[in-house]
């Protein structure tokens, strides 16, 4: 499956933006996906995952309440709505997911674990 992150931008802190992740080459409804982000200097972060059927969500803590993730399978693509942004948001945010050793559940937000990776798209919070 290949993915495609789009949507990122720059904003001023408490603006919102919504990030899209196409999939293509698979169907999307047997996967997970999950958005990281990394911010110059530092290492990669899982900031939430959905489950394949939509059921489940999981959010890093410092953006629960701001971070909202769904799917739209039959237009295999996800979304990452964030609301109320903040310059520690700046980053570049990619989606990706395994080759299904998960079973559409989420996998750990660890890097090692994730087999297909979107290219990126840059998110810049100004304050």
């Known amino acids: 499956v290949q993915l495609q992150a789009s949507g990122g931008g720059l904003v001023q802190s408490g603006g919102s933006l919504r990030l899209s992740c196409a999939a293509s080459?698979?169907?999307?409804?047997?996967?997970?996906i999950t958005w990281f982000r990394q911010a110059p200097g530092k290492e990669r972060e899982g900031v939430s995952c959905?489950?394949?059927?939509?059921?489940?969500?999981y959010y890093k803590d410092s953006v629960k309440g701001r971070f909202t993730m769904s799917r739209d399978n039959a237009k295999k693509t996800v979304y990452l709505q964030m609301i109320n942004l903040k310059p520690e948001d700046t980053a570049v945010y990619y989606c990706?997911?395994?080759?299904?050793?998960?079973?559409?559940?989420?996998?750990?937000?660890?890097?090692?674990?994730?087999?297909?990776w979107g290219q990126g798209t840059q998110v810049t919070v100004s304050s």
């Open positions: 990706a997911t395994e080759r299904g050793h998960y079973n559409g559940h989420c996998p750990p937000p660890i890097s090692d674990f994730y087999d297909y």
């Open positions: 959905i489950s394949a059927s939509g059921g489940t969500t």
């Open positions: 080459g698979a169907t999307l409804d047997t996967y997970a």
